[in-house]
């Protein structure tokens, strides 16, 4: 039996997980779920699949966690250091789908020990590549992508040779807000953004598609992941979402990955790897949907695109500046106390101030570091929106 354990089960990634091991419970052992605020399904989940320990990232949750549990013999525990813990517990295969940088600090204790590490989690690479590369090499651990464009790109290179990669084309459904006039984006509200043309994901990731915000991170995990320049590196908007992402070789071909817009494919192909299952996912249909459209993005719409290929080139820890910044510019638009196109102005304010103290974006990639740049770029993002509030 495999041991697996699943961080963010109660999300949008967490549950379609469930939902293909809890297809096959005798394959696995579930060694720990872990959630957030919804204790009631936490537990359910530990409940179904059997799980030995079920976390709670809220401390003042584990009484909930606890009575939720009771009598069925599952350990609870609850808080940010409970969720390392719980990571560095043996298990065969991690799947990484906390939102936000709170997953870094439990996708490398994962690494430590060995696991294959399932990386939804996209922000873990944006904040930290180079030493999340460098721990899963050091334990000879295995890092697996699961963002669906990722997954596309690793597909599309198997039995390939890197040095023959001119390109890798990141395709984008554009979001929300794809057919808006520019000027009416500046109005455009929580609602309107939460709701994706294609996709059923979780909301801070359904906004960040439409702000492409979410394709900015991308393009940083691109280049962490694969190691290529930031050059080689393209966004292509397709609003079917049906090419997850192409591959370029230098004697002209390209390799593009299609399916039907389900991430329990990459979850799927993450899970089996190196084998394919059958996965219950649509089969693709190409004469019903009749054609297929492409586009180069609109960098004046998306300014989000602009920030990240900064990012690519400055390296170093600009990009947890990026991402903090981001992740607290969304929490102050979910709160509406700024409008949908500041979030992207107030990354950049964050951006030219870590600038300005260029041996902070300099210093070591250390996870300490990561989590006090992380801290100090949420502050900024917090004194921007003040002042512009004032
Ligand atoms: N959804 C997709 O289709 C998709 C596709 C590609 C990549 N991703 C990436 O996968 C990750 C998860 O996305 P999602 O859409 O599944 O998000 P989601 O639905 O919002 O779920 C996030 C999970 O993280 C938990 N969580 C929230 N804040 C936390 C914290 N501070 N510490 C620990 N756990 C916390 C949530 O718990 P509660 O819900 O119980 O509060 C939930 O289990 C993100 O990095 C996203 O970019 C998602």
Known sequence: MRKVSIFGATGSIGQNTIDLIGRDPSAYDVVALTGGAKIEQLAKDARRLNADLAVTAHEDRLGDLRDALAGSGIEAAAGQQALTEAAARPADWVMSAIVGSAGLPPGLEALKQGATLALANKETLVCAGALVLETARKHDAKLLPVDSEHSAVFQALVGEDMQAVERIIITASGGAFRDWPLSDLASATVEQASSHPNWNMGQRITIDSASMFNKALELIETKEFFGVAPSQIEVL??????????????????????????????????????????????????????????????????????????????????????????????????????????????????????????????????????????????????????????
């Open 237 to 390: 908007v397709h609003p079917e979402s049906i090419v997850h992402s192409l591959v370029g070789f230098t004697d002209g071909a390209v390799m593009a990955h299609m399916g039907a817009p389900d991430m329990r494919h990459a979850i799927g192909y993450a899970l089996n790897w190196p084998d394919r299952r059958d996965l219950p996912v649509d089969r693709l249909n190409l004469a019903k949907l009749g054609q297929l459209r492409f586009h180069d993005p609109d960098e004046a719409r998306y300014p989000a695109l602009r920030l990240a290929r900064h990012v690519m080139e400055r390296g170093g820890l600009s990009g947890a500046i990026f991402n903090a910044g981001k992740e607290r510019a969304l929490d102050h638009f979910i709160d509406r106390k700024i409008g949908f196109l500041e979030m992207a102005d107030i990354v950049e304010t964050a951006l030219d101030r870590a600038e300005a103290e260029s041996s902070l974006i300099d210093a070591p990639l250390t996870l300490d570091n990561v989590l006090q740049t992380d801290h100090l770029a949420r502050k900024w993002v917090d004194e921007t929106v003040a002042q512009r509030a004032g």
